[in-house]
Each structure stands twice: as C-alpha cells, then as structure tokens.
C-alpha cells in the first residue's frame, strides 16, 4: 500500500513554469512506476507522464512533449513534474499515480486502469 499526495499547484501566466511534487509514503518506493495525469472541467482525466520502476524510462502525451519533464528521486519517495512554457489549456486537476513493478511498455502506461494507487490532486490554473 502507498499513499500519494501532490504538492505545488497554483496559478500562473501563460509561458510560466511550475514544478509539482508527488510524495509517497511507505516503503519500496524505486519499485513503483509512477504517473501523472491530468482533468480539466468537464473533460475526462487524461495522461500526462510516466516514468517506470525499473529504469527510469519516461514517457509523454504529444501535448506537453517538450514543454514538461517527468522525474524521480528514490531518496526521497518523490516524483517531479517540471512544466514549462504552461498554457492556459494546461488548466487542470493534476493527480499522481501508482503502480508496483507496473508494465513498463508506453503501450499500456496512458491507461488510467494500469495505476492502482492515486492521490487527491492539485489544481494548477494558467491564466492567458
């Protein structure tokens, strides 16, 4: 069991940067693949990033290819998530998510149904 909780949200204007934090408790935690998806109002919560357990591999949606990196650092039970270059489209509930010695094929790592642990969120609003 982890428990995960999301930190750094806010607002900022387009072209601002911010970095959310993704703490998670327990113990193991360099065996989770680790992910971030995202929900804006009215729409469904789509992926983001991941990045897998086993060697750190990290995977992207097209629309925040080049503009966000994923990360982690063992140490610390956290995972990162650098957004640059935001746009107000990138208003959002941001949430991490979970999954233990998780697949680690970019085929299945967008799915929501492969991450059995989520936490509660943070908002970030991009105002143009």
């Known amino acids: 069991q982890v428990q995960l909780v999301e930190s750094g949200g806010g607002l900022v204007q387009a072209g601002g940067s911010l970095r959310l934090s993704c703490a998670a408790s327990?113990?193991?935690?360099?065996?989770?693949?680790m992910g971030w998806f995202r929900q804006a109002p009215g729409k469904e919560r789509e992926f983001v990033a991941t990045?897998?357990?086993?060697?750190?591999?990290?995977y992207y949606a097209d629309s925040v290819k080049g503009r966000f990196t994923i990360s982690r650092e063992n140490a610390k039970n956290t995972v990162y998530l650098q957004m640059n270059s935001l746009k107000p489209e990138d208003t959002a509930v941001y949430y991490c998510?979970?999954?233990?010695?998780?697949?680690?094929?970019?085929?299945?790592?967008?799915?929501?149904?492969?991450?059995?642990?989520w936490g509660r969120g943070t908002q970030v609003t991009v105002s143009s």
């Open positions: 998510a979970a999954t233990r010695y998780g697949p680690t094929t970019a085929r299945v790592l967008n799915l929501m149904s492969t991450y059995d642990y």
């Open positions: 990045i897998t357990w086993n060697d750190a591999s990290t």
């Open positions: 327990g113990r193991a935690f360099s065996s989770y693949t």
